[in-house]
């Protein structure tokens, strides 16, 4: 018999971009296909995607994007595969399918594939796979787990889960499904490990009602409510307490405005119409009476919150009275941007409540209490931990040994590696080279290494130009050198820098005159200039910077 091929092509060893490739001789299926977010600041990288050589290849027997749920670490990169020639249908819960479907509006794509809408508890039928969907509880809502059957035995992907007793919306995860496959027998179950590092079982969405009950009853001022504008089950909650509470809401950001809205027509969010009012009527309210649901949980550069902060938005001034909620978890990697940004909304006068002084945002994703419960109702046979930093890969493997899965059958896999999976093994066979695609703008234009480390170099050294005019017929150079400079050195110490690397060019250039006047072997004229003044930097500034020769013909 054949084996099946897994292979992860991100959200291994990084909380971020996962995409999980299964093979099956003539057809493959791709679970989830998103994009990790890039420290703010990085040299232009907005984004990193899974490197898609391997799918490039194969995409005839791409049969379908199978989409856990709405996240960008789940559904980033579809428009950047998309225009990668992967055109296979994608596969999705309704929720999930109305944030696509406005994702790849944005891009122009939603004529080029078709978005299969799926239920909780539906079997999709593949030639090789038949994989039924299960609802799980997550902070967005319509989460699903995959329970695949493939020839070679039962294979369970769980998304993004957490075991939530009382979900805002929804029902708690149904457990039974998971033991009832564990009793059929599971072959190989993959599994969250975002939160294997808690040991407390993760707090319920309910939890969080109570607590934005008390503050919204308390205000003083305008209370600002910033979180993932995905977080539909957590919006519902403030829209609840707002009605209770008799106050109005706002929305400040284009992407909370777009997912109330999506939220609404998937009947989630009731009757928000009349309690929604316009950032520009805010002043005709009292302040205390207005609840701001915000964009900016991250510290981004351009979000509603960060310009509130640095008071550039245009409706929104804070004022001392005023009570801002960051209701979200700090991305490892923003921290210093959301650090700036909650300094900038303390100055401004308002008070911030964040996870670190204050319990008002619970995880979406299971802690090691929920980890275990999971590996004990699947039973799994082989075990591969998924979606976490490696650290975390490592703590799930060592729980799953715990839970009683033979050791030899924990299996810790990387990005690109292509594990084989056979009734009785599962092993690595290969590695594919390349796993990630930096990305820069909207229009999804990657960047190669070469680039970066170019930015880099400019970016941390400075750049200089030295430029100079030679006749064309007798190789002579008849003007300069110019000596430009950018980024190198304080302006007080320039002018003499500047005058020092002239007069290195230049007798490099009496060099080259000296050969070409003897008719010898011509000297590299750019490279020697590009070492000589590399040496000098170096030796008189400490640094070696981006040199570049230009040389005209004329
Ligand atoms: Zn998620």
Same mark, same amino acid.
């Given at each position: ?236 909650? !403030? ?147 998924? $979606?976490?930093?490696?650290? $975390? ?8 040994? &715990? ?30 080279? &390349? ?63 500047? +005058? ?30 590009? !070492? +000589? ?22």
């Amino acid at each position: 018999m054949n084996g099946l091929k897994v292979i992860p092509l991100g959200g291994l060893g990084e909380i971020g971009m996962n995409c999980m490739v299964l093979e099956y001789e003539d057809e493959i299926v791709v679970v989830d296909c998103g994009l990790l977010f890039s420290d703010l600041d990085h040299f232009g990288v907005e984004f990193v995607i899974p490197d898609f050589t391997y799918l490039k290849e194969r995409k005839d027997k791409i049969k379908g994007f199978l989409i856990t749920h709405g996240h960008e670490d789940h559904i980033g990169a579809l428009p950047l595969a998309i225009k990668a020639g992967l055109h296979a249908p994608i596969y999705a819960s309704s929720f999930t399918t109305l944030l696509i479907r406005e994702k790849l509006k944005e891009h122009g794509l939603e004529d080029r594939v078709e978005i299969r809408t799926f239920k909780p508890e539906q079997v999709l039928d593949f030639k090789h796979f038949k994989v039924k969907t299960a609802s799980v509880n997550h902070s967005i809502v319509d989460s699903m787990a995959f329970l695949i059957q493939t020839p070679v035995g039962q294979v369970i992907h769980t998304g993004d889960f957490k075991i939530d007793p009382t979900p805002f919306f929804g029902d708690k995860i149904n457990l039974d499904l998971f033991s009832k496959a564990g009793d059929l027998g599971v072959l190989l179950l993959m599994s969250d490990s975002t939160n294997v590092e808690r040991h407390e079982h993760s707090m319920s969405e309910q939890v969080i009602y109570q607590k934005f009950e008390h503050l919204f009853a308390a205000a003083e001022g305008l209370t600002i409510v910033s979180m993932f504008a995905s977080n539909l089950g957590r919006m519902g909650q !403030v829209f609840d307490l707002a009605r209770k509470l008799d106050k109005k809401i706002a929305l400040a950001g284009r992407t909370m405005e777009q997912n109330i809205r999506l939220g609404m027509e998937a009947g989630y969010i009731k009757d928000a119409e009349r309690q929604i009012i316009r950032l520009d009527d805010l002043e005709g309210y009292p302040r205390n009476q207005v609840i701001v649901l915000s964009t900016g949980s991250q510290g981004e550069p351009r979000s509603a919150l960060t310009r509130i902060a640095q008071g550039e938005h245009g409706q929104i001034q804070l004022q001392s009275g005023d009570l801002v909620l960051m209701s979200s978890k700090f991305i490892p990697g923003n921290e210093k941007a959301i650090g700036r940004m909650i300094n900038h909304l303390f100055k401004q006068g308002a008070e911030v409540l964040y996870e670190a002084v204050h319990d008002i945002h619970v995880s979406g994703h299971a802690t090691r209490p929920e980890l275990k419960e999971m590996l004990q109702c699947v039973r799994p046979k082989f075990f591969i931990p998924i $979606h976490g930093e490696y650290r $975390h890969l490592v703590h799930h493997a060592a729980l799953a040994k &715990e839970a009683g899965v033979a050791p030899e059958n924990v299996l810790i896999a990387n990005n690109g590696d292509v594990v084989e999976l056979t009734p009785t093994s599962c092993r690595v066979t290969e590695r594919l080279e &390349e796993t990630r695609v930096l990305v820069e703008g909207r229009e999804g234009n990657d960047i190669s290494k070469l680039v970066l480390k170019d930015r880099r170099q400019m970016g941390e050294k400075g750049v200089v130009f030295s430029l100079m005019v030679r006749n064309a017929e007798s190789r002579r150079i008849i003007a300069g050198p110019e000596i430009i400079c950018r980024g190198l050195t304080h302006e007080s110490r320039e002018g003499w820098v500047i +005058e020092e690397a002239k007069k290195i060019v230049q007798k490099v250039i009496s060099d080259y005159d000296l050969a070409v006047g003897n008719r010898g072997p011509e000297m590299d004229l750019q490279e020697t200039i590009r !070492v +000589e003044l590399r040496r000098f930097f170096n030796h008189n500034i400490g640094k070696k910077p981006v040199v570049l020769p230009i040389i005209l013909d004329l």
